[in-house]
């Protein structure tokens, strides 16, 4: 079990570092890496808290404490998947319009040119 809870803390540090590096370089937006600072965050500190994780496994009822930390990671997964399902619909609606107004100006464009002709 101790060898699972290092790996975790192991895969937890190098989620920090890569997603503080993505930040670093604008790969990705610091309103996005918040939500995986926050759980990878949490996830290094349920992995190196055994005492913590420990009444976190009693108060779910779970028999044992590394499924305790993966079943909150894959429930955090789920829960950050579905925010940026939300976000990328709503970005696809925006170019959406975006392309419509577009559209709308080139024919106002095209029809301004013809009566000038």
């Avoid at 939300?86 to 696809?92: C, D, G, Q």
């Avoid at 609606?93 to 009566?115: F, G, K, P, S, W």
Wanted: proline residues 3%; aromatic residues 8%; neutral net charge.
């Amino acid at each position: 079990m101790d060898r699972l809870l290092n790996v975790t803390t192991g895969v937890s540090a190098l989620l920090l570092v890569i997603v503080l590096f993505s930040v670093r370089r604008a790969h990705i937006r610091v309103e996005y890496s918040v939500s995986w600072l926050v759980a990878a965050a949490a996830m290094l500190v349920l992995s190196r808290a055994k005492p913590l994780l420990d009444t976190v496994r009693d108060y779910m009822g779970l028999p044992d404490s590394p499924l305790t930390l993966f079943l909150l990671a894959g429930a955090v997964a789920l829960i950050m998947f579905f925010r940026f399902s939300i976000v990328i619909s709503h970005l696809r609606d925006d170019n959406v319009a975006l392309a419509q107004r577009v559209a709308m100006l080139e024919y106002h464009l095209r029809t301004l040119e013809e009566h000038e002709k």
